[in-house]
């Protein structure tokens, strides 16, 4: 198969150097001239590296977009234009209707679209996802999340829509599909125009959920607790070993009373491995069998509505309804 793979900088360079481990025939369309240099000297020919993005566009199969946000839907739509199939890092695009035009021309045109939200590919969340769905929790109470570290604000986007944006999906994806309601705090404490600090709150029916993103948190926090009737579930993303642990703790009544009983507590091994790896394995799998991606188009366009409903309801000051 034949990739042409669109922007090479820091998500992009492990994009490259899976994408070759996994055989395919790769091409490169990036701006940067020292990124094209380092194309070659990583093993690209010079032959497969390019600064314009419609040189190869009539070669290849299928079209890798790894670059800021805004320039995603432009990008793919040259790609749907010559009825290349498309994997799109998330987000999907910069706002709700520019998701709803990606969706519609991805439709219109039946190529695949795939997008990159990669905690989808995480062992560990088919194993919560499964778990939930088999019942283990109970009746799913909340779900709470923190998506934070210190580290360099992105440019193309303020914090909700780079990081919270993860959750989102994950949020989504454990719970059949999008909320009903959000609500949210997005601050811009660095005063870049952009926020880097936000509290998302969701509503899945009766499930309530929060997400915390932030640039600021001294440690690394990918954490994910589930609460249900039956058990708590608590998974560490950013662990290397041990990721889930199962709290089999529930709240019992006892005449007009309430009373916590604390039970065994489990830990699963999850088998070490590389989320973008499983994602563009099955991307490439998607391009040679037609099958539908577990991150849709559709499922893109979701994460991003909920994104804009965050920003609409923390300017508003009120619960915004999807």
């Known amino acids: 198969m034949k990739i042409l793979q669109v922007g090479t900088g820091r998500w992009g360079a492990n994009h490259m150097r899976v994408l070759q481990n996994l055989g395919v025939e790769l091409f490169v369309a990036e701006l940067s001239e020292s990124e094209r240099q380092r194309c070659i000297k990583e093993g690209l020919p010079a032959d497969h590296v390019t600064a314009d993005l419609t040189q190869f566009i009539e070669q290849v199969d299928a079209v890798d977009i790894v670059t800021p946000a805004q320039t995603h839907l432009p990008i793919a739509l040259n790609a749907i234009a010559h009825k290349k199939d498309i994997f799109t890092e998330k987000p999907l695009a910069e706002n709700a209707l520019k998701a709803d035009e990606f969706v519609t021309a991805v439709n219109r045109s039946q190529v695949i679209c795939?997008?990159?939200?990669?905690?989808?590919?995480?062992?560990?969340?088919?194993?919560?996802?499964?778990?939930?769905?088999?019942?283990?929790?109970?009746?799913?109470?909340?779900?709470?999340?923190?998506?934070?570290?210190?580290?360099?604000?992105?440019?193309?986007?303020?914090?909700?829509?780079?990081?919270?944006?993860?959750?989102?999906?994950?949020?989504?994806?454990?719970?059949?599909?999008?909320?009903?309601?959000?609500?949210?705090?997005?601050?811009?404490?660095?005063?870049?125009?952009?926020?880097?600090?936000?509290?998302?709150?969701?509503?899945?029916?009766?499930?309530?959920?929060?997400?915390?993103?932030?640039?600021?948190?001294?440690?690394k926090k990918r954490l994910v607790t589930v609460v249900g009737e039956k058990a708590t579930m608590v998974c560490n993303f950013a662990a290397s070993q041990d990721k889930i642990t199962i709290f089999n703790n529930q709240h019992v009544k006892e005449k007009d009373?309430?009373?916590?009983?604390?039970?065994?507590?489990?830990?699963?091994?999850?088998?070490?491995?590389?989320?973008?790896?499983?994602?563009?394995?099955?991307?490439?799998?998607?391009?040679?069998?037609?099958?539908?991606?577990?991150?849709?188009?559709?499922?893109?366009?979701?994460?991003?509505?909920?994104?804009?409903?965050?920003?609409?309801?923390?300017?508003?000051?009120?619960?915004?309804?999807?």
């Open 114 to 219: 795939q997008v990159g939200h990669i905690f989808r590919y995480d062992p560990a969340t088919t194993y919560m996802k499964e778990a939930l769905a088999g019942g283990e929790l109970g009746k799913i109470r909340s779900i709470t999340g923190s998506f934070s570290g210190f580290k360099r604000p992105r440019n193309d986007g303020g914090v909700t829509i780079s990081d919270a944006i993860h959750f989102v999906d994950l949020y989504n994806y454990l719970m059949g599909g999008p909320p009903q309601q959000v609500m949210a705090q997005c601050h811009d404490l660095l005063g870049r125009g952009m926020d880097d600090m936000s509290w998302v709150w969701l509503a899945y029916g009766e499930t309530r959920a929060l997400i915390e993103a932030n640039y600021f948190s001294p440690e």
């Open 257 to 322: 009373t309430w009373k916590g009983v604390s039970g065994e507590i489990l830990q699963k091994e999850i088998l070490p491995s590389e989320p973008l790896l499983l994602e563009l394995r099955d991307f490439i799998d998607c391009v040679q069998t037609r099958k539908a991606p577990r991150a849709t188009a559709e499922a893109g366009a979701d994460a991003v509505k909920v994104v804009d409903a965050a920003l609409k309801s923390f300017q508003l000051q009120k619960t915004v309804n999807l």
